[in-house]
């Protein structure tokens, strides 16, 4: 039996199927929703307006509020009493999946997310997390 789930998230329908899989299949286990910013840099979008922040820590956890808060209504939705965990990292997704993914039993990962040229430059992180994974990864669709 799982007892502990790694879901990464990000603003996708993806990684939402994914959270959204992970309660149906896993309905006892401690899951933990992660949301990776990356650093800013030229290649990371969204990402380069945190450089201009005072505290990165702090924009990266504004910015991974509003997610957070649909990862707990689609708990909500699925009739989830649970408390659920957030965690917030900072740098190369794939990297900070498959090092946090030492922590629990399974990772339950949407197939991409992003658009494409999110996905033609950073790469398909679901394809990383599931060749680095040390732990057993299912992948949605």
């Known amino acids: 039996m799982v007892s ?32 990776v910013v990356g650093k800013p840099s030229q ?18 956890a504004e910015h991974a509020e509003p997610i957070f808060d649909r990862a707990r209504e689609i708990v909500a939705d699925a009739g989830g009493d649970a408390e659920l965990e957030t965690r917030i990292e900072l740098g190369n997704p794939a990297r900070a999946i498959i090092d946090r993914a030492n922590d629990y039993e399974t990772v339950v990962i949407g197939t991409h997310s992003g658009s494409v040229v999110d996905r033609v430059f950073v790469g398909n992180i679901a394809e990383k997390v599931v060749q680095g994974s040390p732990v057993p990864v299912v992948v949605v669709r």
């Not at 603003?11 to 929703?33: N, Q």
């Not at 990402?47 to 922040?53: C, D, F, K, N």
Request: proline share 4%; net charge negative; aromatic share 6%.
């Open 4 to 35: 502990r789930v790694l879901v990464p998230i990000d603003d996708s329908k993806m990684s939402e199927r994914a959270l959204e899989y992970a309660l149906e299949v896993y309905p006892d286990a401690e899951i933990t929703v992660l949301h």
């Open 43 to 60: 290649m990371w979008g969204h990402a380069t307006g945190l450089a201009l922040a005072d505290d990165l820590e702090d924009a990266a």
